[in-house]
């Protein structure tokens, strides 16, 4: 990304927790083929979260209005950063557990998290010298999130749009899909084609009586997998 986007969690502007996500271009490649980014991580949550980011970052805490600018190298693809919640760690501060998006226990991840989860996902100079961004609640939600580009201070912003995911989904979460701390999507829970967009289901994947609440509160983001008409995800130049 050549501008700034912030990933938040939990919107203040709508009295919700909101993880904002925001990024910056730091540096950019000789043959203006790929920059590299500043990911600005801040909890507008009023409770601890403990992001987590891979390929890049691992994780760390993020106690109520502090922020985590995390660097991303040129190329990046394809990366995520997720917030954990209602985490427990030993006296090392290293290892413990969290009620969403758990990494097996570690403070600083090096696989995905466990679902229910708001995922941000991005990808760094791909094609047509374009960054792409999204918001993702195909594993579920567990935070209100925002995805927005940012340019910096000296720079007019190249793109100006991002993902914004404001909305309570777990205040609103269908009964079969409460999960402590968030909403599992129905592929989780069901494990059948016509929610996972697998096997038969694979070429007449629609919405569900499950997915609809996502899509409404949330129609940015890509709320099960194959709505990509729908939810078509970000791009912003690469290196601009």
């Avoid at 939990?10 to 980014?37: E, F, K, R, S």
């Avoid at 290892?95 to 990494?103: A, E, K, P, Q, Y």
């Avoid at 195909?138 to 912003?157: E, H, I, K, R, T």
Wanted: hydrophobic share 35%; with cysteine.
């Amino acid at each position: 990304m050549t501008q700034m986007a912030a990933v938040s969690t939990c919107c203040t502007h709508h009295l919700l927790p909101l993880l904002l996500l925001a990024a910056i271009v730091a540096t950019t490649t000789t043959n203006h083929a790929a920059a590299a980014a500043t990911l600005n991580i801040t909890n507008l949550c009023p409770f601890t979260v403990w992001p987590a980011a891979v390929p890049v970052g691992g994780g760390r805490r993020l106690d109520p209005g502090t922020s985590w600018a995390l660097d991303v190298p040129a190329g990046a693809a394809p990366g995520r950063v997720w917030a954990r919640t209602g985490c427990t760690f030993d006296a090392t501060g290293a290892n413990g557990t969290c009620l969403t998006g758990d990494c097996g226990g570690a403070l600083s991840c090096t696989g995905y998290g466990e679902p229910p989860q708001t995922l941000a996902e991005f990808s760094l100079g791909q094609a047509d010298g374009q960054d792409l961004f999204d918001i993702s609640l195909v594993d579920g939600f567990n935070v209100p999130m925002d995805f927005l580009p940012a340019p910096p201070p000296d720079q007019s912003p190249p793109c100006s749009k991002g993902p914004r995911c404001p909305a309570n989904v777990t205040a609103q979460c269908p009964g079969e899909l409460r999960a402590h701390g968030g909403c599992n999507s129905a592929c989780r829970v069901f494990k059948q084609d016509k929610y996972c967009c697998t096997g038969n289901g694979t070429n007449t994947c629609e919405p569900t009586t499950y997915s609809l609440p996502f899509v409404r509160m949330c129609p940015d983001a890509y709320s099960y997998s194959r709505n990509d008409a729908s939810s078509p995800g970000f791009t912003c130049p690469s290196d601009k």
